[in-house]
């Protein structure tokens, strides 16, 4: 166990509509990152945040939209959801903006039907 | 544009015998590079890394190398074990990109008693 959660586990939706995919970080870690993971490929890169403030951005479509709340909890907001959407979508944590290691969650499984 | 690259899908070797993971990249910004082991329905875990002023960094049976000359790293595990069996990513980043990673595709390994 990582200390990383993530909610929900699976998420089925249709074309069109929007999701909320919850991440709660390591007691301690305040950077939060989120990746996609599509079919039979690696890890991509989308936002990070560090203590609240967005930190960098990566491969994230305008439709997407990520915060990290007081309590560092973050929420990856994502719209007008098309089939392609359909991936995993893993949250890691560590604790500052160095390289330090960063710990996964589980992931959420999104698959947009 | 693929800046990191794990050619073999898949890897089978016996148990107590040596499992050896290639990956290869392009952008010669990266300096710092890790392993993470992913089984099914979980996130990524760390397993070990190394940086770029470095050519072996080992930890217990795992053991990385780098060739920075051939963009090539690659990370060796002796002796082999049936619970080694996993998806295993290779990930870099660069330290002008922040902690931001790149990940490769990652390779299955498997470990048959």
């Known amino acids: 166990d990582s200390g990383v959660t993530q909610t929900p586990k699976h998420l089925i939706t249709a074309t069109g509509q929007r999701v909320t995919l919850r991440c709660s970080p390591r007691?301690?870690?305040?950077?939060v990152y989120w990746y996609q993971q599509s079919l039979d490929q690696g890890l991509q890169f989308l936002i990070q945040y560090y203590n609240g403030e967005e930190r960098a951005k990566g491969n994230i479509l305008e439709r997407f939209s990520a915060q990290q709340f007081p309590d560092l909890h973050s929420e990856l907001n994502l719209s007008s959801l098309e089939l392609g959407d359909s991936a995993l979508y893993f949250c890691?944590?560590?604790?500052?903006?160095?390289?330090?290691?960063?710990?996964f969650g589980p992931g959420t499984r999104l698959l947009v039907l | 544009d693929q800046q990191v690259k794990q050619n073999s899908p898949s890897l089978s070797v016996q148990e107590g015998r040596i499992s050896i993971l290639n990956c290869d990249y392009t952008n010669s910004m990266f300096d710092y590079f890790l392993w993470y082991k992913k089984y099914p329905a979980e996130g990524p875990t760390f397993l070990i890394s190394?940086?770029?002023?470095?050519d072996k960094n080992e930890d217990g049976r795992f053991t990385v190398f780098l060739n920075k000359s051939a963009k090539h790293l690659s990370l060796h595990i002796v002796p082999s074990q049936p619970g080694d069996s996993a998806v295993y990513f290779c990930a870099a980043s660069a330290r002008t990109s922040g902690s931001r990673l790149t990940f490769g595709e990652g390779t299955q390994l498997t470990v048959n008693p």
């Open positions: 007691s301690g870690d305040l950077s």
């Open positions: 190394i940086s770029s002023i470095k």
């Open positions: 890691a944590s560590s604790v500052g903006t160095e390289r330090e290691t960063q710990y």
